[in-house]
């Protein structure tokens, strides 16, 4: 396809700009063109000049032999070459350097489509391959030893997701069991002394924190690997409101104020997981917040995202380690070491859920204390809804 001149320039251009490995080949290409032909430029004035020289000598008078007219030709022939060959390698290395870009072009294409397809393959789409055609070669080779990586990755990531899920299944049997055990005895007519009354009440709460603690495996597996299930139009607005009702207990305990500019803010996905993603951020921020502490809830419309921004006050915290709050199993301090209700998976699993509806979840250490999040999602229309999902 022809292309106007500025296109190629800028093209051109901005590979140089890059210093990419076509712009290296092309000027080892172009560097070993000058070489060689500086090279055979000497051989050929060498031996030039030598057969002039000799026919020059032996056509000049003998006695005496001085300059003469034979002698003078020789040298302005033997500058005449010099000139023009020079000019013809300088025009030729400009020429071998153009054919250089494209040859390198050439050479490197398939590595710019390997390179492509890669970026596009996530986590959510190992099955796909590069499946790169072409002659057996060390550029076959390596798209082949990409795609055996990529299915070595997609059968380990369905191994971990049957691990989790099957070890959570397998787990949930006997922690039943375990509570219908504690359920009967205390349901016994004749009683039980206090001291059973105290332990059993103790055995149930380890109980509860064991299923929340398997109900959040099973989130946070299902978030990784972009499982959403159905989706739907979710308003914001709405799950906010929810949380907040499931926390009016410890709000009050706490004394905890309130500021919430609820909007008609509504984004695409799963309602569950969503839900769940932002009762997690609630909860986190009444359970590490102080007492008459502040939690403060606002939205915003960054173009086509929307962006949740929950502030909350609390323990005071180090801005280069907040990040890690998102990691599982992360808790930073003294007062986020974590109890019988928490067991670090809340925001890990709020990070995995705002990736898998192509969101972000940001941390920040606020100035005077406690932590800022703010989690980016794609903000939708009914219009936007995927075919096929309601």
Same mark, same amino acid.
């Given at each position: 396809m022809w292309q106007p001149p500025a296109t190629i320039v800028e093209r051109i251009r901005r590979g140089l700009t890059a210093r990419s490995v076509r712009v290296r080949l092309t000027a080892l290409y172009g560097s070993l063109f000058l070489l060689c032909g500086a090279a055979l430029l000497a051989i050929t004035y060498m031996l030039v000049s030598r057969a002039t020289a000799i026919r020059a000598v032996e056509g000049s008078p003998a006695h005496p032999p001085g300059p003469g007219a034979v002698v003078h030709t020789h040298l302005v022939d033997l500058h005449q070459l010099l000139v023009q060959s020079g000019i013809a390698l300088a025009i030729m290395t400009v020429i071998s350097g153009v054919l250089g870009w494209v040859v390198a072009g050439r050479v490197l294409s398939?590595?710019?489509? =390997?390179?492509?397809?890669?970026?596009? =393959?996530?986590?959510?789409?190992?099955?796909?391959?590069?499946?790169?055609?072409?002659?057996?070669?060390?550029?076959?080779?390596?798209?082949?030893?990409?795609?055996?990586?990529?299915?070595?990755?997609?059968?380990?990531?369905?191994?971990?997701? &049957?691990?989790?899920?099957?070890?959570?299944?397998?787990?949930?049997?006997?922690?039943?069991?375990?509570?219908?055990?504690?359920?009967?005895?205390?349901?016994?007519?004749?009683?039980?002394?206090?001291?059973?009354?105290?332990?059993?009440?103790?055995? =149930?709460?380890?109980?509860?924190?064991?299923? &929340?603690?398997?109900?959040?495996?099973?989130?946070?597996?299902?978030?990784?690997?972009?499982?959403?299930?159905?989706?739907?139009?979710?308003?914001?607005?709405?799950?906010?409101?929810?949380?907040?009702?499931?926390?009016?207990?410890?709000?009050?305990?706490?004394?905890?104020?309130?500021?919430?500019?609820?909007?008609?803010?509504?984004?695409?996905?799963?309602?569950?997981?969503?839900?769940?993603?932002?009762?997690?951020?609630?909860?986190?921020?009444?359970?590490?917040?102080?007492?008459?502490?502040?939690?403060? =809830?606002?939205?915003?419309r960054d173009g086509e995202q929307t962006w949740l921004l929950i502030d909350s006050t609390g323990p005071v915290l180090d801005e280069d380690r907040v990040a890690q709050l998102a990691q599982p199993f992360k808790r930073l301090g003294r007062d986020r070491t974590g109890s019988h209700t928490g067991h670090g998976l809340g925001l890990s699993i709020v990070a995995a859920i705002a990736a898998a509806h192509h969101g972000r979840l940001e941390l920040h250490a606020r100035e005077q204390e406690g932590l800022s999040v703010r989690i980016a999602l794609p903000a939708a229309t009914l219009a936007e809804l995927p075919a096929g999902r309601t």
């Open positions: 398939p590595l710019r489509t =390997i390179t492509a397809r890669t970026r596009r =393959i996530s986590k959510e789409s190992l099955h796909d391959r590069l499946a790169l055609p072409g002659p057996r070669d060390e550029l076959k080779d390596l798209a082949d030893t990409i795609d055996d990586l990529l299915a070595r990755l997609e059968a380990a990531f369905d191994a971990q997701r &049957r691990f989790v899920a099957n070890a959570s299944h397998e787990m949930r049997s006997p922690l039943t069991v375990m509570r219908t055990t504690l359920e009967v005895a205390a349901a016994k007519p004749e009683g039980a002394p206090a001291r059973l009354r105290a332990l059993e009440a103790g055995l =149930i709460e380890d109980l509860d924190h064991a299923e &929340r603690l398997l109900e959040s495996f099973l989130v946070l597996s299902r978030a990784e690997h972009g499982e959403l299930g159905e989706q739907s139009l979710v308003a914001l607005e709405a799950l906010v409101s929810a949380a907040l009702a499931t926390q009016a207990e410890e709000l009050a305990a706490k004394e905890i104020e309130v500021r919430a500019a609820l909007t008609d803010a509504r984004v695409v996905g799963s309602e569950t997981l969503l839900a769940r993603m932002v009762g997690n951020v609630i909860e986190n921020a009444v359970r590490h917040n102080r007492p008459r502490g502040l939690i403060d =809830i606002a939205y915003e």
